[in-house]
């Protein structure tokens, strides 16, 4: 689950929360859209999420940091589809043992987005589109 909220056209950042049986993600990602008036529109970031992670042999905690890139296309005024790939770091401490693992992965994310505020703006941006 996210919550998105737009700083300006052109820079958003998103407070992040997944959790689930293993693992729970606590974080945040910047994004900067270089084309913020497009109906496809690109960006690239970056994120930095706090970890837990617990299994029957052991629990952990650490961090995720990383960068992306990727683009949303918006299909009516309040919905969109984003996607995005990129590449980071997960750093986890084990609590027991202090044995610290680091390793590197590529992230990709996908998702719908339903904008609550700033539906006029994007309808609006819509609209100037299709009049171009």
């Known amino acids: 689950m996210a919550l998105k909220v737009g700083l300006s056209d052109s820079l958003a950042v998103e407070l992040c929360y997944l959790s689930n049986q293993n693992l729970s993600s606590t974080g945040f990602r910047g994004l900067l859209y270089p084309n913020p008036k497009s109906q496809l529109r690109t960006f690239i970031g ?32 309040s919905l969109s589809f984003t996607a995005d790939i990129g590449y980071g770091t997960i750093s986890l401490t ?17 998702g719908i ?20």
Do not use: H, W
């Open 46 to 77: 970056g994120e930095y999420n706090l970890l837990n992670a617990k299994t029957d042999k052991s629990e952990s905690a650490g961090n995720y940091m990383g960068g992306f890139i990727g683009a949303e296309l918006f299909i009516t005024p």
């Open 113 to 132: 987005n339903y904008y609550l505020v700033n539906s006029k703006t994007n309808k609006q941006k819509l609209n100037e589109r299709k009049d171009k």
């Open 94 to 110: 084990d609590t027991v043992t202090s044995v610290i693992q680091e390793e590197s992965y590529p992230i990709v994310n996908a």
